[in-house]
């Protein structure tokens, strides 16, 4: 019955990501999947460069800090491209989201089987699972529409994780304690909410045996939380580093309270998720009646992830992180207690044959396509897209033709939260401007407001926040010369009219809805002294330095080297969070601004 069940999941697959795509040499565009794509792309060259998962990308919003700070949800993918890179990047993410797609369900499974739930609780878990999987809905396929997937396999990983550590705790080894903390380190840099995800159910199974374990248990379980945090120091010491570049902003998936509880688990189309959370609750009074410390383990986990998903919203630090997505770990979780309920039933039925029992299983099989095709193809489109429109390569072409090095392009992107407009074709697709232009651009990758760099980006006809429209000539004037713009790229109304009417810049000609002006200042990377620069991923080179202090149009960020050593600091810029780079250079004419040692 296990094969029916996989042969159904692989078919249910299909039909949300098409195998085909892994043959083409287009990235995955749905949702924010090319902002993920472009991610990967950047952490290659900065890992190539520096071995370092962390660095200075220069290529979007004049600099800003690369990796974990800015994109939580590309971990897992950016190390799986880093060991396939040679296939592709774009054909390695690709298959990493064909692999997410088939495992992470999966995981759940072998959590039933880690708890030690019969063969018909176990499959009635799997049947579960993989049926909420592949329907989506609630906002399960729209998160993995939009590009979660490092998200995804750390939440069934997570599952899986606090089922193999109640098994370690009942027979404590060194090997157990070491296998639970090999995986806890390898889930948390899949995804940088794992450990977060996981500390109250962990913290709550060590509570409940803190009096069973011994000292040795207690030693063992210290050096696997020092392992797990050695393991990942290389993004962690960044991210507190520059944690105050991430703003708590309420941009996507924000649930408020219990109106939002009702207005979720009430739709018609969420009808599955409520049995299985029905299911769930009659399923934990049986798991406590075995384990005990199971169901608390599994009950405090529960209801942790509930709650950062329906009133995480009201909390800053976790509001900037989508925190309606934990509303899918909760589900793939409550599939386990479901699963022991049903599995109860189930075995009961057994009483009037076999074959009634199987003849479930394999309808229960037979619905999982079925639910996928309803989900993602005819409630909503939810499939995996992998072709980059013709459109925007076009509009692409036209800009690397029309523009050069010496001065940035001003880009508009879609609108927030606070100022919505429909997505260029479709997708967030302005991430991959530098992968097709070489050039440096103001306007993206992600239009959400996560970091304070991103303050400066022209969203949806407004600059700065407030309506370009508004501006006065002069001001405008001044911010392009402030961050060495040469060209504007505009699409919506307002930022058209707007740079029809400026006198400083000069229409080139129109792809689509997309309108090309060059601005009429003189280019120049330096706010104080001279020299040449050249930009590459965590690099900027500067040659021929002229002057006692040099000022770069480029942001600072906490962390910055020179080679060879000189003086670095932050200059603060009127209207700019962040400030830019000042540097010292002593007599020096050439040097190199990093991340990093």
Request: proline share 7%.
């Given at each position: 019955?296990?094969?029916?069940?996989?042969?159904?999941?692989?078919?249910?697959?299909?039909?949300?990501?098409?195998?085909?795509?892994?043959?083409?040499?287009?990235?995955?565009?749905?949702?924010?999947?090319?902002?993920?794509?472009y991610n990967v792309v950047a952490a290659q060259a900065i890992w190539r460069q520096d071995h370092r998962t962390t660095g200075y990308d220069p290529f979007f919003v004049a600099g800003y800090p690369a990796g974990i700070p800015f994109d939580v949800d590309a971990r897992g993918a950016e190390w799986f491209c880093r060991v396939w890179a040679g296939i592709g990047l774009a054909r390695a993410y690709k298959v990493f989201v064909f692999l997410t797609l088939l495992v992470a369900p999966l995981l759940v499974y072998l959590a039933a089987r880690a708890l030690g739930m019969s063969d018909t609780e176990s499959l009635a878990t799997l049947v579960l699972v993989l049926a909420w999987w592949h329907f989506g809905r609630p906002h399960l396929g729209h998160l993995r529409w939009a590009g979660k997937f490092t998200f995804l396999l750390a939440s069934g990983l997570c599952v899986l994780v606090i089922a193999v550590a109640r098994r370690a705790m009942q027979a404590s080894s060194a090997a157990r304690f070491t296998a639970v903390a090999g995986l806890v380190a390898a889930t948390w840099q899949i995804n940088a909410l794992a450990v977060p995800m996981l500390l109250p159910g962990l913290a709550t199974l060590y509570g409940a045996s803190f009096r069973r374990l011994r000292r040795r248990d207690h030693a063992m379980i210290a050096a696997?939380?020092?392992?797990?945090?050695?393991?990942?120091?290389?993004?962690?010491?960044?991210?507190?580093?520059?944690?105050?570049?991430?703003?708590?902003?309420?941009?996507?998936?924000?649930?408020?309270?219990?109106?939002?509880?009702?207005?979720?688990?009430?739709?018609?189309?969420?009808?599955?998720?409520?049995?299985?959370?029905?299911?769930?609750?009659?399923?934990?009074?049986?798991?406590?009646?075995?384990?005990?410390?199971?169901?608390?383990?599994?009950?405090?986990?529960?209801?942790?992830?509930?709650?950062?998903?329906?009133?995480?919203?009201?909390?800053?630090?976790?509001?900037?992180?989508?925190?309606?997505?934990?509303?899918?770990?909760?589900?793939?979780?409550?599939?386990?207690p479901a699963g022991i309920a049903l599995g109860r039933w189930l075995e009961r039925s057994l009483r009037f044959g076999a074959v009634l029992c199987n003849a479930l299983f394999v309808a229960g099989a037979a619905a999982i396509p079925l639910l996928a095709v309803a989900g993602n193809r005819i409630l909503d489109r939810n499939v995996i897209e992998a072709r980059v429109a013709p459109e925007f390569v076009r509009?692409?072409?036209?800009?690397?033709?029309?523009?050069?090095?010496?001065?940035?392009?001003?880009?508009?992107?879609?609108?927030?939260?606070?100022?919505?407009?429909?997505?260029?074709?479709?997708?967030?697709?302005?991430?991959?401007?530098?992968?097709?232009?070489?050039?440096?651009?103001?306007?993206?990758?992600?239009?959400?407001?996560?970091?304070?760099?991103?303050?400066?980006?022209?969203?949806?006809?407004?600059?700065?926040?407030?309506?370009?429209?508004?501006?006065?000539?002069?001001?405008?004037?001044?911010?392009?010369?402030?961050?060495?713009?040469?060209?504007?790229?505009?699409?919506?109304?307002?930022?058209?009219?707007?740079?029809?009417s400026y006198a400083g810049a000069t229409p080139i000609g129109s792809v689509e809805d997309f309108t090309l002006y060059q601005v009429h200042h003189p280019p120049s990377w330096f706010t104080a002294g001279n020299g040449r620069v050249k930009v590459s991923y965590n690099r900027i080179e500067v040659a021929e330095a002229i002057g006692d202090e040099i000022v770069l149009k480029y942001h600072w960020v906490p962390g910055l080297r020179s080679t060879p050593a000189l003086a670095i600091d932050r200059v603060p810029i009127a209207g700019d969070p962040v400030g830019f780079i000042r540097v010292r250079p002593n007599g020096v004419s050439r040097f190199v601004l990093h991340l990093g040692r």
């Open positions: 019955m296990l094969e029916v069940l996989l042969v159904a999941h692989l078919l249910a697959t299909c039909a949300v990501f098409d195998p085909r795509l892994l043959l083409t040499p287009d990235p995955i565009v749905s949702g924010d999947c090319a902002i993920h794509h696997g939380a020092s392992l797990v945090l050695a393991a990942n120091a290389d993004w962690i010491l960044p991210l507190m580093r520059l944690r105050e570049a991430r703003l708590p902003t309420q941009y996507w998936l924000q649930f408020d309270g219990w109106r939002e509880v009702a207005a979720v688990f009430t739709r018609t189309t969420s009808m599955l998720l409520l049995a299985i959370v029905g299911l769930g609750m009659a399923g934990f009074v049986r798991l406590a009646r075995r384990d005990r410390r199971a169901a608390w383990t599994f009950g405090v986990t529960a209801a942790a992830w509930f709650g950062a998903a329906f009133f995480g919203a009201r909390v800053p630090a976790i509001a900037s992180i989508d925190p309606g997505r934990f509303l899918i770990p909760f589900g793939l979780l409550m599939t386990i509009l692409a072409r036209f800009i690397a033709e029309n523009t050069s090095t010496e001065a940035r392009i001003l880009f508009e992107t879609p609108g927030g939260r606070a100022n919505p407009s429909p997505l260029p074709y479709g997708t967030q697709i302005q991430a991959l401007l530098p992968q097709f232009c070489q050039r440096e651009f103001i306007g993206g990758p992600n239009p959400a407001p996560y970091l304070s760099y991103a303050a400066i980006d022209l969203k949806n006809g407004e600059l700065l926040g407030r309506p370009l429209s508004t501006w006065p000539d002069d001001d405008f004037a001044r911010y392009l010369e402030t961050y060495n713009v040469g060209w504007i790229v505009c699409w919506s109304d307002v930022a058209r009219a707007y740079a029809r």
